[in-house]
């Protein structure tokens, strides 16, 4: 019996929900909607009794799966790492493909996001680069080669 319809979202909790907004629309994607969840719904949900969040909902201008960021008005956040690497556990990475990997590492770059790494090229396929964002958010773009 298969359970699963359809891959919809990936959420990500952040402290700053504009600046996490302002990184992802840099690069390309749209605000689908901006909302807060209080209440039983939430709060049964993620079972925190008092739980009240500002979320955005971000997709790629293709469609497809969709990112939720969320942040926590009460109760306060509670920081995870600040840099986690690509072996620590939980979400690994968020990738996105580019049409242009340099350019998209120059953009975000402009607004103070390096890579955790360098850029590598896989079996002249694929070119690939993860950039640390807001809030240490390993996020993985590449660009289609060959």
Do not use: W
């Not at 994607?29 to 209440?39: P, Y």
């Not at 969320?70 to 920081?79: L, Q, R």
């Not at 990997?101 to 070119?127: K, M, P």
């Amino acid at each position: 019996m298969t359970h699963v319809q359809r891959f919809d979202h990936i959420g990500i909790t952040v402290a700053d929900l504009e600046s996490a907004i302002a990184f992802f629309v840099g690069l390309g994607l749209e605000v689908e909607g901006t909302g807060s969840v209080d209440g039983e719904f939430v709060e049964t949900v993620c079972g925190i009794p008092g739980a009240h969040c500002e979320i955005a909902m971000l997709k790629s201008p293709g469609g497809g799966t969709r990112l939720e960021l969320s942040s926590f008005i009460t109760p306060d956040h509670v920081p995870g790492s600040p840099a986690p690497m690509a072996n620590e556990l939980g979400l690994r990475n968020v990738s996105f493909e580019v049409g242009d990997l340099q350019a998209a590492i120059d953009a975000v770059a402009a607004n103070g996001y390096g890579l955790v790494g360098g850029v590598g090229e896989y079996q002249g396929s694929v070119r690939m680069a993860y950039v640390r964002g807001p809030e240490g958010i390993i996020v993985s773009l590449f660009e289609q080669i060959g």
